[in-house]
């Protein structure tokens, strides 16, 4: 963990903030994220993105619950979101196995799959809810309805 | 930083590769992803399951599936039975 909060520290300023904007296109609503934080966020995603691409990282996973943000002061999640839609497989809280899940599911539908929490279930309607905080890859949401690039989950969206 | 939204609709299989401690096994399920709003924060789907959902939540439980599990966009269930069978690797399908 320490290794990558320091390479994300060390990520050259224009470099950030060309990737910040990049970054942060997909999204329909960005106005919770300041510069600090959308810089934070970029300089992330460019460290693990290099990281990978030194070690010839296929998949990797993100011991983001919890360490990161209390090393780094960012969740992790808009950079694991980011990483899985770049195709740079990216699991949540260190989670081994489920990125080895998440590899066979892209092999066999070509599709980038979700890696989620069952969170609720409702007997009535035989449905239940799928969840994360915020790691899926935006290539996956439903255009239909707008996507935001938050900085906590805490909230209520209105 | 957290993305949010929902996901898209469509077919999807639920599954995750685990293990019971000793040896690896394959959890699946099929089911709908719904059309939903972003009703909580974060990234989340409704889906509609093909089997009961309390029956797949009981495996789950009963049987000590890791959390996490794994939707994925379209319906793989013959090929991860070829996958499992080729591998050894059991898989609990839900139907």
């Known amino acids: ?158 | 930083m957290t993305a949010g939204f929902a996901l898209k609709p469509g077919r999807v299989t639920v599954l995750r590769l685990g293990d019971d401690g000793q040896n690896l096994r394959m959890l699946a399920t099929t089911g709908q992803s719904l059309e939903t709003e972003m009703d909580v924060r974060g990234t989340l789907a409704r889906v509609a399951f093909d089997s009961n959902v309390v029956a797949f939540l009981d495996e789950m439980l009963s049987h000590g599936w890791e959390h996490h599990l794994i939707m994925a966009y379209g319906e793989i269930v013959p090929e991860l039975e070829l996958l499992c069978r080729t591998l050894h690797v059991p898989l609990t399908l839900v139907k």
């Open chain 1, 1 to 158: 963990m320490q290794t990558i909060v320091t390479r994300a520290r060390n990520i050259a300023a224009d470099r950030v903030q060309a990737a910040r904007s990049d970054l942060l296109k997909p999204f329909d609503d960005t106005s919770e994220v300041n510069d600090a934080k959308g810089d934070l966020f970029a300089a992330l995603v460019l460290a693990l993105r290099d990281f990978a691409a030194e070690g010839q990282f296929d998949a990797m996973t993100l011991k983001c619950w919890g360490d990161l943000v209390e090393a780094y002061g960012i969740a992790g999640c808009g950079a694991v979101s980011q990483l899985n839609d770049m195709g740079l497989f990216t699991g949540c809280e260190g989670d081994v196995m489920g990125t080895l899940t998440m590899l066979i599911a892209r092999r066999l539908t070509g599709v980038h799959p979700f890696l989620t929490d069952f969170v609720s279930v409702d007997r009535e309607s035989n449905t239940g809810v799928l969840w994360h905080g915020g790691c899926a890859p935006i290539s996956l949401a439903n255009p239909a309805h707008p996507s935001i690039c938050s900085r906590t989950l805490r909230a209520a969206r209105g």
